[in-house]
């Protein structure tokens, strides 16, 4: 099945699991929903799987044990002095204890308030039991053995029940981190030690993540060197100093063991004096997600010695983080260099996008400018046709000249811009359009052999290019104004042929709209 339908079968909680794992471990869906599945959907037992390893299941285990015979162990000597020594000299076995994980109350889990009356009615229980209690605490501070003789007898369930007896709200581990950093202030002052402001959980992976040493600082309000250690050791120069220099690459997380993350993180270091500082560190040696406690710091320590300490700690275990960091830079510089040369072809790839679009835009505007010029050509030779076709067409229309007998007639003599001179009568009652039509067809009235059966050119509106006008005085006889020769000119006229340049049809056009707004407002 695919991982898409896994993910949509998976309740809301466990979808949100599912997204904690992924993001705290990068870990692939498919993968961390069968680690999920495995912790019974645990997120901070899948983590710890994850990073520690994921030891033998006792049911699978169990399951085999049904199915196959079971295997004689070999026989095995070994000289239990020689392995004494080994562990007691050899620094990988002192040093590859695992870091362990703790369980922590989820942030979202609401603390339980019993009703009024039944917390009135046990209040003498609550007392008495609080007593006994701080009794018991005394004692073991006396002798601080039982403690972890207790610890280590007890009911798992009564040890759960000691994390909620402190008298302490239960918060999330981010809370819890604040509150410590808030009480640590309000006891000691300012102070320059940089606690990380997270749970023991995320410390450890940032830690991970980011390849530093992880100073784990565990304090206990009611022992009496408490204070004086911190004041004197933890808050010291040289060890702030210390702790604060980028070259050692130390991250810091305190809390107390009042508190229920801080006591499981005591337990799981195996803490049997206060104060206590342990360092932890990835150590790849050992495997590729492990993080080790190596190095343990308990009970009291002047500063120089703690320093010393620390350092010793580092120098040993600095070797296989810088292997791994060279590692990463290299693995970082290759994959820098590959989006730079990724990069560099986007924008080379970009360019040449760039180039063909404006090619096409080109080649585009080009095959345009063509086919307007093509469409421009056609359509001039189409005017051309359509008036020469109409010039055929309104000669033939044209009247007769007059007798000379006519009285009446009028006589009209024309100047071309060519210099010649049209010579031509016209009847009385003849329009101004007509003498216009007789100087636009001249040329074609020279030639007797014209055909005569043409018809008027279709979609076609002809207008004359030139006006008439009368040199002295000079008057303009336009043809859009009509009327007859007779009553424009008179019995006879010397007429010029001016032509109408553009700009001025364009004026007279203007003219004429702007007439025609003017008398229609």
Request: proline share 7%; with cysteine; aromatic share 8%.
């Amino acid at each position: 099945m695919s991982d898409e339908l896994d993910i949509d079968q998976l309740s809301p909680t466990e979808r949100s699991a599912l997204e904690t794992h992924t993001a705290v471990t990068g870990q692939e869906p498919a993968e961390a929903i069968a680690l999920l599945r495995r912790s019974q959907w645990n997120v901070q037992i899948a983590i710890a799987k994850f990073f520690d390893g994921e030891g033998p299941d006792p049911l699978e285990e169990a399951r085999e044990a049904l199915q196959s015979p079971p295997v004689r162990p070999a026989r095995r000597t070994q000289n239990l002095m020689s392995d004494d020594l080994t562990e007691h000299f050899s620094p990988a076995a002192r040093s590859a204890d695992p870091a362990p994980r703790v369980d922590t109350q989820p942030e979202d889990q609401p603390s339980y308030r019993p009703p009024l009356i039944i917390a009135l009615l046990f209040t003498p229980f609550n007392l008495v039991y609080r007593l006994l209690y701080s009794s018991f605490r005394l004692f073991g501070s006396l002798f601080p053995f039982l403690p972890r003789l207790f610890n280590a007898t007890a009911n798992p369930a009564l040890q759960g029940a000691r994390l909620n007896t402190t008298g302490r709200r239960p918060l999330g581990p981010k809370d819890t981190a604040a509150r410590f950093i808030r009480e640590f202030e309000e006891e000691y002052g300012s102070h320059s030690v940089p606690f990380l402001e997270n749970g023991y959980n995320m410390a450890l992976e940032k830690s991970h993540r980011d390849l530093n040493f992880m100073l784990i600082v565990l304090l206990a309000p009611e022992h009496d060197d408490t204070s004086g250690w911190v004041r004197d050791t933890l808050l010291a120069p040289e060890v702030v100093e210390f702790i604060n220099d980028p070259q050692n690459n130390l991250l810091v997380w305190g809390g107390n063991v009042q508190d229920s993350e801080a006591y499981q993180v005591a337990n799981s270091l195996k803490c049997t004096k206060f104060p206590f500082a342990a360092v932890i560190v990835h150590t790849p040696n050992v495997s590729s997600t492990a993080m080790s406690v190596v190095g343990r710091i308990a009970g009291t320590t002047s500063p120089s010695e703690f320093v010393t300490r620390l350092r010793t700690t580092i120098t040993t275990n600095q070797e296989p983080l810088e292997r791994i960091r060279a590692t990463r830079s290299e693995q970082q510089a290759s994959r820098s260099l590959r989006e730079q040369q990724d990069s560099a072809y986007e924008r080379s790839l970009a360019i040449d996008r760039e180039r063909a679009r404006q090619r096409r835009e080109a080649e585009a505007a080009r095959q345009r400018e063509e086919q307007e010029a093509a469409d421009r050509q056609a359509a001039e030779e189409k005017k051309l046709r359509d008036l020469a076709q109409w010039k055929q067409w309104r000669a033939q229309s044209l009247g007769a000249e007059p007798d000379i007998d006519v009285k009446d007639a009028v006589r009209i003599s024309v100047r071309l811009p060519s210099g010649e001179r049209i010579m031509r009568r016209f009847a009385p009652d003849a329009n101004i359009e007509e003498l216009y039509a007789v100087v636009e067809c001249y040329e074609v009235l020279q030639d007797e052999s014209r055909p005569t059966d043409v018809t008027k050119p279709e979609d076609f509106e002809h207008q004359y290019g030139f006006r008439l006008v009368s040199p002295m005085p000079r008057a303009v006889y336009a043809v859009e104004e009509g009327g007859t020769i007779r009553d424009k000119i008179g019995r006879g006229g010397n007429l010029l042929v001016e032509p109408i340049e553009e700009e001025e049809e364009e004026e007279e056009e203007d003219e004429e709209e702007g007439e025609k707004v003017a008398t229609s407002s």
